[in-house]
Nanobody, 122 residues
Framework: QVQLVESGGGLVQPGGSLRLSCASS????????MGWYRQASGKERELVAI???????KYADSVKGRFTISRDNAKNTVYLQMNSLKPEDTAVYYC????????????????WGQGTQVTVSS
């Protein structure tokens, strides 16, 4: 069974920084894309930053130059370093991992973390 465990959210003042972590655990064949999404109150979930299946990186325009996604393949963990945070970054942040549980699984399945609240406020 695959589990994603997130950590690192919290309350921070505008201009501050936070680092989110998401560790994937369990028994599975291979991890493909990993990334972060967020959902602000009353809005749809949106992409923040991801490693694509081809291992390139994609950022939302709103976070370019402020957020950095990274990964530790040995730990099956993806990170999101968030700098120069703004009130509009306030949201629940979700990690997403695309995993093939078995070698014969034709395409990867989506797995989501439980979400971690990030609040940017003075």
């Amino acid at each position: 069974q695959v589990q994603l465990v997130e950590s690192g959210g919290g309350l921070v003042q505008p201009g501050g920084s936070l680092r989110l972590s998401c560790a994937s655990s369990g028994s599975f064949f291979r991890i493909y894309g990993m990334g972060w999404y967020r959902q602000a109150s009353g809005k749809e979930r949106e992409l923040v930053a991801i490693f694509t299946r081809e291992n390139s990186i994609k950022y939302a325009d709103s976070v370019k130059g402020r957020f950095t996604i990274s990964r530790d393949n040995a730990k099956n963990t993806v990170y999101l370093q968030m700098n120069s945070l703004k009130p509009e970054d306030t949201a629940v942040y979700y990690c997403n991992t695309k995993i093939r549980v078995f070698s014969w699984t034709p395409i990867p399945d989506d797995y989501w973390g439980q979400g971690t609240q990030v609040t940017v406020s003075s």
